[in-house]
């Protein structure tokens, strides 16, 4: 049973770029959520999709979109990366949000 | 707003020994969930224990319980027979609407 998967695993861009993320969800869970960890902190919620629509946001700015498949997979885009964003970015699934959620390893991001 | 403490940035303890590591929360709602997470240096947040407030009884999960005090805002979570491979980071998470709320972290430390 495939659990939280996330590509690429690490990443370098430079400033002013973009990046995309990828995220494919535990198999039966239809929520995915998006988390910034800074390093020595805690996670960041950024934003959460189900059925496709961005169903909460967390305080970051619009440079940060995400998209829902309907195979309920997902992506993170940055716009005109600073170097703060660098951080590690954490996918997690859901079937709902009544039971805890399933995390996948991340995706380290650097921006130089 | 929601907010989430942890106040022992390492704790360290001797294999096969008990350790509790501690964490407060802040929230005006009555009913919600509270979660301890660990982060192992593969990054991947493994949920280790899930506590519905609306619960008297404290969770357990084998050598892993809490002490919930919903009065006092208080989750710790203890770790009884230490071992070597419960040495990572751990998280608190308070989950309002969506969103996980998190604590700045704890590492424990195991001393064979």
């Known amino acids: 049973d495939a659990g939280v998967t996330q590509s690429p695993t690490h990443l370098i861009k430079t400033r002013g770029q973009q990046v995309t993320l990828r995220c494919s969800p535990k198999s039966g869970h239809d929520t995915v959520s998006w988390y910034q960890q800074a390093l020595g902190q805690g996670p960041q919620f950024i934003f959460q999709y189900y059925e496709e629509e961005e169903r909460q946001r967390g305080n970051f700015p619009d440079r940060f979109s995400g998209h829902q498949f309907p195979n309920y997979s997902s992506e993170l885009n940055v716009n005109a990366l600073l170097l703060g964003d660098s951080a590690l970015y954490l996918c997690?699934?859901?079937?709902?949000?009544?039971?805890?959620?399933?995390f996948g390893s991340g995706t380290r991001l650097t921006v130089v | 707003a929601q907010t989430v403490t942890q106040s022992q940035p390492e704790m360290s303890v001797q294999e096969a020994e008990t350790v509790t590591l501690s964490c407060t929360y802040d929230t005006s709602e009555s009913d919600y969930y509270l979660f301890w997470y660990k982060q192992p240096p593969s990054r991947q947040m493994i949920l280790v224990i899930r506590q519905e407030a609306y619960k008297q009884q404290n969770a357990t999960e084998n050598r892993f319980s809490v002490n919930f005090q919903k009065a006092a805002k208080s989750f710790s979570l203890k770790i009884s027979d230490s071992q070597l491979g419960d040495a990572a980071m751990y998280f608190c998470?308070?989950?309002?609407?969506?969103?996980?709320?998190w604590g700045a972290g704890t590492k424990l430390i195991i001393k064979p």
């Open positions: 998470a308070y989950r309002s609407n969506y969103q996980l709320i």
């Open positions: 997690a699934s859901s079937r709902g949000t009544v039971y805890g959620y399933t």
